[in-house]
């Protein structure tokens, strides 16, 4: 995962500033979908639970993540987010492992 990040904010960082608009979260989500979508696993966006929907759901052979992504929050508003809202829930039974 720290190697992905990297390769995220190098992503993001070589995006010539007029081409998107920073100010809105769905471009992150976009170029989150794309990264992971190029590297063949499957990728999820705005996907629906019982209680809310979690922006991104990645799952490989061994692991299912779910991500929420924050424009103007913390990593630790987001974890509780996904804690609060149970976007893990509908993947308890699932074999793989998951993680936040």
Wanted: overall charge negative.
């Amino acid at each position: 995962m720290p190697a992905l990040i990297g390769q995220l904010n190098t992503l993001i960082g070589s995006i010539p500033y007029d081409h998107w608009n920073a100010g809105k979260e769905s471009i992150f989500t976009i170029i989150t979908f794309l990264t992971f979508k190029l590297t063949g696993v499957d990728v999820y966006t705005e996907v629906h639970s019982a209680k809310g929907r979690c922006d991104v759901v990645v799952m490989t052979d061994r692991y299912i993540y779910v991500l929420e992504l924050k424009l103007d929050g913390t990593a630790e508003e987001a974890l509780q987010q996904i804690k609060e809202k149970g976007y893990l829930q509908p993947y308890t039974a699932d074999k793989r492992k998951n993680w936040l």
